[in-house]
């Protein structure tokens, strides 16, 4: 089936150490996210690629960095983390072929990061 | 600036039709809604989308007015199963980007 995969699900790394998270996608669209899903918060979004070109949200912190080498796979560098960066990390893909904003996106399982 | 805005939490009981409501008064005029359901400790999950009037697929209903400032996701007949947090996500018109709303936690009870 195709779908959205990231790894690890669970990511524990120290304070300062900086860590990176995964996410494959077997669907080709040419869009993915990275969002941080804080406890009981709605998901917000860092930061998306549409194809290769970059998009940072404006509030997202210098300390999140993101790379796509190929239309399969996007990562999340936490260069160091703090407490607060403590969270579920969403990736999600999307078509995105119409130049909506909110076409359908597809989400991956999360990876829940411990910061200690 | 006022986003989406959704009920914190709802209480229903199985077989009863459950409607949740999200406000999006800025909504951009040519995006669609969209509504996710998330179980804890996964990733949110498409159920409906629609841009005017009532879309329905094998899952819930999705009621839009012509203002298109509100959207009412319908449930007929919850279940057990559908305790969940529901997400409604808009883009916002002149700023080029989208949010997801305070999502709504749906408590189904026996």
């Known amino acids: 089936d195709a779908m959205v995969i990231q790894n690890p699900r669970y990511q524990v790394t120290q304070f300062g150490k900086p860590v990176t998270l995964s996410c494959s996608q077997t669907?080709?669209?040419?869009?993915m996210y990275w969002y941080q899903q804080k406890s009981s918060q709605a998901p917000k979004l860092l930061f998306h690629?549409?194809?290769?070109?970059?998009?940072n949200e404006a509030d997202t912190p210098d300390n999140f960095q993101s790379r796509r080498p190929n239309t399969s796979f996007c990562f999340l560098d936490i260069r160091s983390p703090g407490l607060g960066d403590a969270a579920m990390y969403l990736c999600?893909?999307?078509?995105?072929?119409?130049?909506?904003?909110?076409?359908?996106?597809?989400f991956g399982p999360g990876t829940r990061l411990t910061v200690l | 600036l006022a986003k989406t805005t959704q009920p914190i939490s709802m209480d229903s009981y199985e077989g009863q039709e459950v409607n949740i409501t999200c406000s999006h008064n800025?909504?951009?005029?040519?995006?669609?809604i969209t509504w996710y359901q998330q179980f804890p400790s996964q990733g949110p999950r498409f159920i409906i989308q629609?841009?005017?009037t009532k879309v329905t697929n094998e899952v819930a209903s999705l009621f839009i007015p012509a203002d298109r400032k509100s959207s009412t996701l319908s449930l007929p007949r919850v279940s057990l199963s559908d305790t969940a947090v529901y997400y409604c996500?808009?883009?916002?018109?002149?700023?080029?980007?989208?949010?997801f709303g305070s999502g709504t936690k749906l408590n189904v009870k026996p």
């Open positions: 690629y549409y194809d290769k070109d970059f998009n």
């Open positions: 669907l080709n669209h040419n869009v």
């Open positions: 996500l808009v883009g916002v018109y002149n700023f080029n980007k989208f949010y």
């Open positions: 800025n909504i951009a005029t040519n995006d669609y």
């Open positions: 999600a893909t999307s078509p995105q072929t119409s130049g909506r904003k909110t076409d359908t996106q597809y």
């Open positions: 629609g841009y005017k």
